[in-house]
Protein backbone atom coordinates (compact mmCIF):
# COMPACT_ATOMS: atom_id res chain seq x y z
CA UNK A 1 0.00 0.00 0.00
CA UNK A 2 1.61 2.77 -1.63
CA UNK A 3 0.32 6.40 0.40
CA UNK A 4 1.53 9.04 -2.08
CA UNK A 5 -0.69 11.28 -3.09
CA UNK A 6 -0.57 10.28 -6.97
CA UNK A 7 -1.05 6.89 -6.00
CA UNK A 8 -4.70 7.01 -3.65
CA UNK A 9 -7.94 6.33 -5.07
CA UNK A 10 -10.50 9.48 -5.34
CA UNK A 11 -11.11 11.36 -1.67
CA UNK A 12 -15.17 12.03 -2.87
CA UNK A 13 -15.30 7.91 -3.90
CA UNK A 14 -13.41 6.76 -0.82
CA UNK A 15 -14.76 9.38 1.69
CA UNK A 16 -18.84 7.42 0.68
CA UNK A 17 -17.55 4.14 0.57
CA UNK A 18 -16.21 4.30 4.28
CA UNK A 19 -19.50 5.42 5.28
CA UNK A 20 -21.77 3.63 3.19
CA UNK A 21 -19.41 0.38 4.71
CA UNK A 22 -20.09 1.60 8.16
CA UNK A 23 -23.68 2.88 7.69
CA UNK A 24 -24.34 -0.68 6.53
CA UNK A 25 -22.84 -2.06 10.02
CA UNK A 26 -24.93 0.25 11.85
CA UNK A 27 -22.30 3.01 12.67
CA UNK A 28 -22.23 6.61 12.09
CA UNK A 29 -19.24 8.05 11.76
CA UNK A 30 -20.04 11.46 12.44
CA UNK A 31 -21.96 10.62 15.25
CA UNK A 32 -18.77 8.17 16.38
CA UNK A 33 -17.07 11.53 15.90
CA UNK A 34 -19.17 13.61 18.09
CA UNK A 35 -19.14 10.43 21.46
CA UNK A 36 -15.48 10.86 21.28
CA UNK A 37 -15.19 7.30 19.90
CA UNK A 38 -13.32 8.58 16.82
CA UNK A 39 -11.30 11.25 16.44
CA UNK A 40 -11.07 13.62 12.98
CA UNK A 41 -7.07 12.48 13.03
CA UNK A 42 -8.45 8.96 13.14
CA UNK A 43 -11.23 9.18 10.46
CA UNK A 44 -8.72 11.11 7.99
CA UNK A 45 -6.24 7.96 8.42
CA UNK A 46 -9.34 5.87 7.93
CA UNK A 47 -10.01 7.55 4.98
CA UNK A 48 -6.20 7.70 3.67
CA UNK A 49 -6.43 3.77 4.29
CA UNK A 50 -9.67 3.52 2.50
CA UNK A 51 -8.13 5.18 -0.74
CA UNK A 52 -4.94 3.19 -0.45
CA UNK A 53 -6.17 0.29 -0.08
CA UNK A 54 -6.88 -0.68 -3.78
CA UNK A 55 -10.03 -2.69 -2.84
CA UNK A 56 -12.86 -0.12 -4.04
CA UNK A 57 -14.49 -2.06 -6.82
CA UNK A 58 -15.11 -5.30 -4.12
CA UNK A 59 -16.37 -2.61 -1.36
CA UNK A 60 -18.70 -1.22 -4.29
CA UNK A 61 -19.99 -5.14 -5.07
CA UNK A 62 -20.12 -5.76 -1.37
CA UNK A 63 -22.37 -2.51 -0.80
CA UNK A 64 -25.06 -3.45 -3.64
CA UNK A 65 -25.75 -6.99 -2.23
CA UNK A 66 -26.47 -5.69 1.54
CA UNK A 67 -30.15 -5.75 2.17
CA UNK A 68 -29.60 -6.16 5.87
CA UNK A 69 -27.00 -4.68 8.63
CA UNK A 70 -23.95 -6.47 8.86
CA UNK A 71 -22.09 -7.05 12.30
CA UNK A 72 -18.59 -7.16 10.61
CA UNK A 73 -16.97 -5.09 7.84
CA UNK A 74 -15.87 -7.38 4.68
CA UNK A 75 -12.55 -8.88 5.22
CA UNK A 76 -11.54 -6.95 2.37
CA UNK A 77 -12.09 -3.77 3.31
CA UNK A 78 -9.20 -1.49 4.31
CA UNK A 79 -10.40 0.20 6.72
CA UNK A 80 -12.60 -3.52 8.35
CA UNK A 81 -10.51 -3.55 11.45
CA UNK A 82 -11.04 0.10 12.35
CA UNK A 83 -14.90 -0.31 11.78
CA UNK A 84 -14.92 -3.27 13.68
CA UNK A 85 -13.57 -2.12 16.59
CA UNK A 86 -16.18 0.99 16.53
CA UNK A 87 -19.37 -1.40 16.14
CA UNK A 88 -18.43 -3.06 19.72
Known amino acids: MD ?3 DRLGDLSRHFWLARSVARVM ?3 LSECI ?3 KLTEDQYARMITRCR ?3 CAVMC ?3 LATQTSRCDK ?3 HCAIAED ?3 LAK
Do not use: D
Request: hydrophobic share 35%; glycine share 24%; aromatic share 4%.
Open 3 to 5: GSP
Open 83 to 85: LNR
Open 26 to 28: GLN
Open 34 to 36: ARG
Open 52 to 54: AGG
Open 73 to 75: APS
Open 60 to 62: EAW
